[in-house]
């Protein structure tokens, strides 16, 4: 893994997107990604970016809302 506060570029930036990448799509979170890495939130969005990741939106997991029948919920 990349060391803290080092300058990442060429191959070793290549992979490092792949992985957050991969990570990322498989679930975990940006800010858990930052923590693990030793890297600030915002390099992390912006490898995702880099990697051509779908950014979740903000606020966590979102459920959807319950469907309502007959004023009740439906389950």
Known sequence: MVRKYQRV?????????????RRYMDGESIRRLSISTGRSYGFV???LEEAGA?????????RPAPVVVDGRPSS
């Open 45 to 47: 969005h912006r490898l």
């Open 9 to 21: 570029a060429g191959a070793e930036r290549e992979a490092l997107k792949a992985e957050l990448k």
């Open 54 to 62: 779908p950014l979740r939106p903000r606020g966590g997991n979102q």
